[in-house]
Protein backbone atom coordinates (compact mmCIF):
# COMPACT_ATOMS: atom_id res chain seq x y z
CA UNK A 1 0.00 0.00 0.00
CA UNK A 2 0.99 3.32 -0.65
CA UNK A 3 2.68 5.56 2.20
CA UNK A 4 -0.01 8.19 3.17
CA UNK A 5 -2.99 5.96 2.52
CA UNK A 6 -2.76 7.61 -0.91
CA UNK A 7 -2.86 4.19 -3.05
CA UNK A 8 -6.59 5.27 -4.53
CA UNK A 9 -5.22 8.33 -5.98
CA UNK A 10 -2.28 6.54 -7.24
CA UNK A 11 -4.16 3.50 -8.63
CA UNK A 12 -6.78 5.34 -10.52
CA UNK A 13 -4.18 8.24 -12.05
CA UNK A 14 -2.41 6.11 -14.39
CA UNK A 15 -5.58 5.71 -16.59
CA UNK A 16 -8.49 7.77 -15.59
CA UNK A 17 -11.43 6.20 -17.60
CA UNK A 18 -10.12 3.65 -19.13
CA UNK A 19 -12.14 0.83 -17.22
CA UNK A 20 -15.24 3.26 -17.74
CA UNK A 21 -14.43 3.29 -21.20
CA UNK A 22 -14.20 -0.43 -21.55
CA UNK A 23 -17.54 -0.84 -20.18
CA UNK A 24 -19.50 1.63 -22.17
CA UNK A 25 -18.23 -0.17 -25.28
CA UNK A 26 -19.20 -3.75 -23.62
CA UNK A 27 -22.80 -2.10 -23.17
CA UNK A 28 -22.85 -1.91 -18.98
CA UNK A 29 -22.73 0.30 -16.45
CA UNK A 30 -19.14 0.19 -14.56
CA UNK A 31 -20.76 -2.22 -11.96
CA UNK A 32 -22.40 -4.97 -14.40
CA UNK A 33 -19.52 -5.07 -16.18
CA UNK A 34 -16.80 -5.43 -12.92
CA UNK A 35 -19.08 -8.34 -12.32
CA UNK A 36 -19.12 -9.74 -15.36
CA UNK A 37 -15.27 -9.58 -15.68
CA UNK A 38 -14.85 -10.70 -11.65
CA UNK A 39 -17.35 -13.71 -12.74
CA UNK A 40 -14.91 -14.40 -15.51
CA UNK A 41 -11.66 -13.57 -14.68
CA UNK A 42 -10.05 -16.24 -17.72
CA UNK A 43 -12.07 -14.47 -20.53
CA UNK A 44 -10.41 -10.72 -20.10
CA UNK A 45 -7.05 -9.79 -19.33
CA UNK A 46 -4.86 -9.82 -16.35
CA UNK A 47 -5.45 -5.65 -16.29
CA UNK A 48 -8.96 -5.78 -16.85
CA UNK A 49 -9.58 -8.00 -13.99
CA UNK A 50 -7.24 -5.85 -11.82
CA UNK A 51 -9.33 -2.79 -12.95
CA UNK A 52 -12.78 -4.64 -12.33
CA UNK A 53 -11.85 -5.38 -8.61
CA UNK A 54 -10.48 -1.81 -8.12
CA UNK A 55 -13.72 -0.57 -9.39
CA UNK A 56 -15.65 -3.06 -6.81
CA UNK A 57 -13.50 -1.77 -4.13
CA UNK A 58 -14.35 1.94 -4.55
CA UNK A 59 -17.86 1.13 -4.85
CA UNK A 60 -17.85 -0.65 -1.31
CA UNK A 61 -15.76 2.21 -0.11
CA UNK A 62 -17.90 5.28 -1.20
CA UNK A 63 -21.35 3.02 0.22
CA UNK A 64 -19.53 3.10 3.28
CA UNK A 65 -18.69 6.68 3.52
CA UNK A 66 -22.50 7.91 2.53
CA UNK A 67 -24.30 5.37 4.92
Do not use: C
Amino acid sequence: MAEGGKWIQEATSKHPGAFSKKAEEAGMSTAEYAAKVTANPDEYDPKTVKQANLAKTLTKLRKKKKG
